[in-house]
C-alpha cells in the first residue's frame, strides 16, 4: 500500500472554499495515483489566536494541561469539516484526532514532543477507507491527556506520520508557492528555490523565514523524508527538501533571511577578568533569554571589555532589568530594538572561499554599517539599522545572483 502525506496549513483551510479547493487535490491524487492518502490539516487560520486569547483570560500558565485541551479544538473542528466535504465529493474518508491515532507524546504541555505513533490502526483502516484525515498539532500523553506540539506543529504531526507509514514524501500545501530566494515583498527579484538542504531551511528558519516548523525538518533530516513545500492555491510544483547529496547544482548562497525580532544590549566598562561573560550569559539563561549574536571587544588598557549582544525584542527590556539589577560591575547600558538580523545561507560556502568578503564589500558599497557578525558553517548574519534592510537585501540577493 502506498501513502502520502498531504498536510493542509491554516490558510489552505481558510474556509469552506478552500477546504473544497483542497479536498479536490487530494481526490485527484487519489485517483490518478492510486494512493491512500493521509490528510493532516491545521486549524484554521486565525483560530489557534483566538483560542490563545480566550485562555489568557483566565490564565497565562500554559503548562496547564487545559490549555492544550482548549487549543487542540481548532484542529478537531477543521479535521471534521474536510472530512465532510472529502465524503461529499465520494471519498471514503474519517477522521482521527490525535488520541484516536494515537500519537503518544510526552506529557510537557504546550511543547510536547512525539514518542511514538502506531500505525497498525492506520493501516487497518485504510481497508476500508481512503483518505484519514487527521488533526495536526496534538497527541495524547501517557497519563491520557491531551497535549500539543508547540505552535506551528501540524507540520511535525505530518513529518511524523510519514515516518510511522513509511510514506516516502511529505506534501506541505501552504499560501506560498514555496521557500524563496528572499522575501518576495521586499526583494522583487526573489525566486522560488527548487531545491534546498533540511540544514540549509533550518538555518533559514532560525535566521527569520519561518516556512516550516524547524522540529518537522530535524525529524525528516533524521528520517530521510522528503518534503514538498507548495501552494493549494496552483498545481505548481513547489520546492523540495532533500538531503545535501540530493542537490547537484550547490550554489554558494541559496537563500537570504531577515529578522526584526531582535534587539541588541551593549554593556560598556566591565571589568576584563575570567568569568565575567560566563556570569553575565547564565544569568540571562537563568532568566530563560536567549541569546543569539555575541561581540566582545577589550580597551586599549586591556582594563574593560565591552560587549554587545542581541536577544528576542519582546526580551529586551527584561535582559536590561535583570542586568541593572544583578551584582554583575559595568558603567554603561544601552539598548537598541531599530536593529535587524541579515542573514546570507547555502551548503555551498563550506566549499568556498570569499562568501563573506563579498558579503561586506557589498554592504560597504551601499554604506551600511554592520554592527555584528555572527557565522555557523553555513550561515553569515550581519546586525544593522533596520532602515537599511530593504537596500541591504537587495544589494545582497544582487551580489551573489540569486535572480539567475
Ligand atoms: N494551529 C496551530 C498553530 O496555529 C498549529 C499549526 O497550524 O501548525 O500554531
Ligand atoms: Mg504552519
Redesign the pocket.
Known amino acids: 500500500m502506498s501513502i502520502t502525506i498531504m498536510k493542509f496549513?491554516?490558510t489552505s483551510v481558510g474556509n469552506l472554499d478552500r477546504i473544497k479547493k483542497a479536498a479536490k487535490i487530494v481526490k485527484s491524487k487519489i485517483l490518478k495515483e492510486k494512493q491512500k492518502i493521509i490528510v493532516v490539516v491545521?486549524?484554521m487560520s486565525g483560530v489557534?489566536n483566538n483560542l490563545v486569547k480566550s485562555f489568557n483570560k483566565i490564565s497565562y500558565d500554559i503548562d496547564n494541561p487545559e490549555y492544550d485541551v482548549i487549543l487542540s479544538t481548532?484542529?478537531q473542528y477543521s479535521s471534521g469539516v474536510m472530512s465532510t466535504v472529502l465524503n461529499s465529493v465520494g471519498i471514503r474518508s474519517r477522521s482521527l484526532q490525535g488520541w484516536q491515532v494515537p500519537i503518544l507524546t510526552d506529557n510537557n504541555h504546550s511543547k510536547a514532543r512525539i514518542n511514538s505513533i502506531n500505525s497498525e490502526q492506520i493501516k487497518k483502516l485504510f481497508k476500508s477507507f481512503d483518505a484519514l484525515v487527521v488533526a495536526?498539532?496534538q497527541g495524547i500523553s501517557r497519563e491520557n491527556r491531551i497535549t500539543t506540539l508547540g505552535?506551528?506543529?501540524?507540520?511535525t504531526t505530518a513529518v511524523a506520520l510519514a515516518i510511522a507509514t513509511k510514506s516516502n514524501c511529505c506534501e506541505i500545501f501552504t499560501d506560498v508557492e514555496g521557500i524563496f530566494s528572499s522575501d518576495p515583498r521586499i526583494v522583487k527579484k526573489a525566486k522560488k528555490i527548487k531545491k534546498i538542504t533540511y540544514e540549509e531551511i533550518l538555518e533559514m528558519s532560525s535566521a527569520g523565514s519561518k516556512v516550516l516548523?524547524p522540529r518537522s525538518v530535524e525529524l525528516a533530516m533524521k528520517y530521510g523524508i522528503k518534503i514538498h513545500v507548495r501552494s493549494s492555491f496552483t498545481s505548481k510544483t513547489g520546492t523540495m527538501v532533500v538531503k545535501e547529496e540530493k542537490k547537484l547544482e550547490k550554489e554558494i548562497v541559496t537563500g537570504i533571511s531577515s529578522s526584526d525580532y531582535e534587539a541588541n544590549i551593549s554593556l560598556k566598562g566591565i571589568p576584563d577578568k575570567p568569568g565575567i561573560a560566563g556570569n553575565i550569559f547564565s544569568l540571562l539563561s537563568r532568566a530563560n533569554i536567549n541569546v543569539d549574536m555575541i561581540v566582545q571587544n577589550i580597551t586599549d588598557d586591556g582594563k574593560y571589555a565591552s560587549l554587545t549582544f542581541t536577544v528576542p525584542v519582546e526580551d529586551c527590556s527584561r535582559s536590561v532589568k535583570v542586568l541593572k539589577e544583578s551584582k554583575i560591575k559595568f558603567k554603561q547600558i544601552k539598548f537598541d530594538k531599530n536593529i535587524c538580523k541579515v542573514s546570507i545561507v547555502g551548503v555551498g560556502m563550506k566549499s568556498n572561499v570569499g562568501v563573506a568578503k563579498t558579503m561586506f564589500e557589498t554592504l560597504a558599497k551601499k554604506n551600511i554599517n554592520i554592527q555584528v557578525i555572527s557565522t555557523s558553517e553555513i550561515k553569515i548574519s550581519v546586525l544593522i539599522n533596520s532602515k537599511e534592510k530593504k537596500v541591504a537585501l537587495n544589494a545582497l540577493h544582487n551580489a551573489y545572483n540569486l535572480h539567475r
Do not use: I, L, Y
Request: charged share 20%; no cysteine; proline share 0%.
Open positions: 496549513g491554516g491545521s486549524a489557534t481548532g484542529e495536526g498539532f505552535r506551528g506543529g501540524s507540520d516548523h
